[in-house]
């Protein structure tokens, strides 16, 4: 038996588990024992396992393999290709969704209803299958009908707590967005039918620039929306902490890759889109990256900040995709290849990482019972397990080596640091630009999570909810405990990975930097320790407090005396407000009694871009209502006549 049939096989073995575990919640929707739930996610964890050992084969010895699951007619199948690029968003799906499983054995038992229980894991099921089938899709129509599977499928899970206001909010958000997302998509795989003659994504080499530019921009509209991309974020903010937070972490980790995906896939396979696109590219990612760590610094909500941290790297892996581009038309392979290949690394190592950082944010938010972490502090020794994963994943968000995202950093950064090749001097501005504003969003990136762990685990607890917390059950230090290995082992072996690929690639041995570095650090603590022996007691007290008798919760950081500087000088971006209320015990006011202050923050592109559009689309659709109630029943069939074919008119000129 050949390989890649038993990698078929492996493959099709773990989509129907998967396809068991979805369907098990539903038929005993009611049915309140764990053991149902264990079971589907026990029959998910196998399929995952599965998935995983098919694509690996596809990846190492780059395979192709094809087949057709069902044909309705000539144009409309969903036939299947697994090839290198699509097994390795399916390894980076099943490895996110394996760890969120395991996760969820827990996680999911803190929720009343069980009914809600069942189906979180029936959609998560769904979910994940929906994710899988779109990177594997060979033609516009299976792509689309999963597409929208995924997108259905995790509205409903954002909704799961659909009785608060902040997730009817968040589902009206994400709702719109997403089905924004297909119309564009389908504007550009129109586009591509028309000019192919086939509903096949087909290489469009030779085709006009006209057309390649239209497509260009609907497709990346489409798949921009979906990912993030600044000025398109504004659902993320919203739907990530109205949702569950094993949800979150598929959301982040996996779905907005899916979108990753659909842009490397077009251009790479499908069309090189010319210079501009790739300076598009690279200037929406810069402003991506900037701007959403920015946001993400200004946030104590910690699935917030999370979410804005999500676009801030969406927008890094954007610049390694926009780098691919533009050397890619300067036929500068080799600088393409390390661009292209630090934009996917980087890809999965955001999903890995953030899925870690929310399944350990949704830990401390289950034990404390707040978001808010002003409301936090200590947690270090009352979850000392969860406070470790939840340092590895601040770690590598931060890019510190040995970690991976410091791998997949530094490949974006060698790749701006020998564009010179360009000889371009406008080019040459617009890199050390994009260079400089990526440099300064990897500081702050650092700034933040040392503000996120700082603030949430360290120093003493600031109210009650952190100083009764304590550790979470084993599976949801298990989920994430994965992600962090994964974290160091994808930075310190990274170099070998890639050779064993066969990719050469300018990056250090970070395995040797390691293994210097822990021997070192070894030998210094030995000598500490045989120097620092004493006959005298050891005495251990507090820190000194200025002559204050007793530490306290008072005088520590908060979130915002942390971040105030930092907002300050980007006062322009955050247009803030200081809002100060204070109480005074005498008329005169001069004896203070107490007060209140907080930093309020104008949402510019909410106010600005947003809202505009939905109030226009009110009073146009308040206007037609108007028409509608006072209209003659024969006319109105004539309107709707008239209308409908137009669209039969518009959608023959694309078909």
């Known amino acids: 038996m050949s390989l890649d049939t038993v990698s078929l096989n492996l493959f099709i073995a773990g989509m129907v588990f998967l396809l068991s575990a979805a369907v098990l919640p539903l038929l005993f929707l009611r049915n309140g024992k764990r053991m149902l739930r264990y079971s589907s996610l026990i029959s998910a964890f196998i399929s995952c396992l599965l998935v995983v050992c098919a694509s690996l084969p596809v990846v190492v010895y780059n395979l192709k393999i094809r087949f057709v699951i069902y044909t309705i007619t000539y144009f409309f199948s969903i036939t299947c290709m697994i090839d290198r690029l699509s097994a390795f968003f399916i390894i980076l799906i099943a490895v996110v969704s394996l760890s969120v499983i395991i996760y969820s054995f827990s996680y999911i038992e803190h929720m009343i209803e069980n009914i809600k229980k069942n189906m979180i894991v029936c959609l998560i099921c769904f979910f994940i299958v929906s994710m899988i089938m779109v990177v594997i899709s060979l033609n516009m129509f299976a792509f689309l009908f999963f597409w929208e599977i ?168 954007l610049l390694g995709v926009g780098l691919f581009v533009i050397f890619t038309n300067y036929n500068l392979t080799a600088l393409a290849t390390l661009s292209i290949l630090g934009a996917l690394f980087h890809t999965i190592n955001h999903a890995i990482f953030k899925s870690l950082l929310f399944m350990a944010a949704g830990s401390v938010v ?210 803030t407000h200081t809002h100060i209320e204070k109480e005074y015990s005498d008329k005169h006011n001069t004896l203070f009694q107490k007060g209140f202050a907080e930093i309020r923050l104008f949402e510019i592109f909410e106010e600005y871009l947003y809202m505009p559009i939905a109030r226009f689309v009110m009073k146009i659709s308040a206007d037609l209502a108007k028409i509608q109630n006072v209209i003659e029943p024969d006319s109105y069939i004539l309107y709707t006549f008239v209308t409908f074919l137009l669209l039969l008119i518009i959608g023959g000129w694309f078909i």
Request: overall charge neutral; proline content about 5%.
């Open 150 to 317: 995924m997108s259905i499928t995790s509205f409903f899970l954002v909704m799961s707590e659909y009785e608060k206001a902040e997730t009817k909010k968040a589902g009206l958000f994400y709702f719109i967005m997403t089905q924004l997302s297909t119309l564009f998509l389908i504007f550009g795989f129109m586009a591509i039918a028309n000019i192919s003659g086939s509903y096949n994504f087909e290489n469009l080499d030779g085709v006009s620039s006209i057309a390649v530019n239209f497509i260009f921009v609907s497709l990346f509209i489409g798949f921009g929306i979906k990912a993030g991309i600044v000025p398109f974020h504004k659902w993320l903010p919203y739907a990530h902490p109205a949702s569950p937070s094993n949800v979150s972490a598929l959301m982040s980790g996996v779905m907005i890759k899916v979108a990753v995906y659909g842009i490397v896939r077009y251009v790479v396979d499908i069309a090189q889109p010319p210079l501009w696109g790739g300076i598009f590219i690279l200037i929406m990612g810069t402003i991506s990256a900037l701007l959403g760590v920015i946001y993400a610094l200004k946030e104590h909500d910690i699935k917030r900040l999370l979410a804005y941290h999500s676009i801030e790297n969406i927008g890094i892996i």
């Open 366 to 575: 289950q034990a404390t019972g707040t978001r808010n972490i002003e409301e936090m502090g200590g947690l270090v020794k009352r979850m000392p397990f969860t406070s470790s994963l939840f340092l590895v994943g601040a770690v590598s968000i931060s890019a510190l080596p040995p970690f991976n995202g410091f791998v997949s950093e530094l490949m974006i950064f060698l790749g701006f640091f020998q564009s010179g090749a360009l000889l371009s001097p406008i080019l040459e501005i617009l890199m050390f630009t994009c260079l400089s504003l990526f440099a300064l969003t990897s500081s702050l990136a650092a700034a933040c999570f040392v503000k996120a762990f700082g603030i949430t685990f360290l120093a003493m607890p600031r109210s009650d909810h952190s100083k009764n917390a304590v550790e979470v059950k084993m599976p949801m230090l298990i989920g994430p405990a994965i992600p962090a290995v994964l974290c160091v082992v994808l930075g310190v072996f990274s170099s070998r990975i890639f050779t064993f690929l066969g990719f050469d690639l300018p990056i250090p041995d970070l395995l040797v930097i390691s293994s210097i570095a822990i021997i070192s650090a070894i030998a210094v603590i030995i000598i500490v320790k045989i120097s620092g022996r004493t006959k005298y007691p050891v005495r251990i007290d507090e820190t000194w407090g200025c002559g204050i008798l007793s530490q306290n919760p008072k005088m520590e950081y908060t979130a915002s005396g942390f971040s105030e500087p930092i907002m300050d000088i980007f006062k322009p971006v955050y247009r």
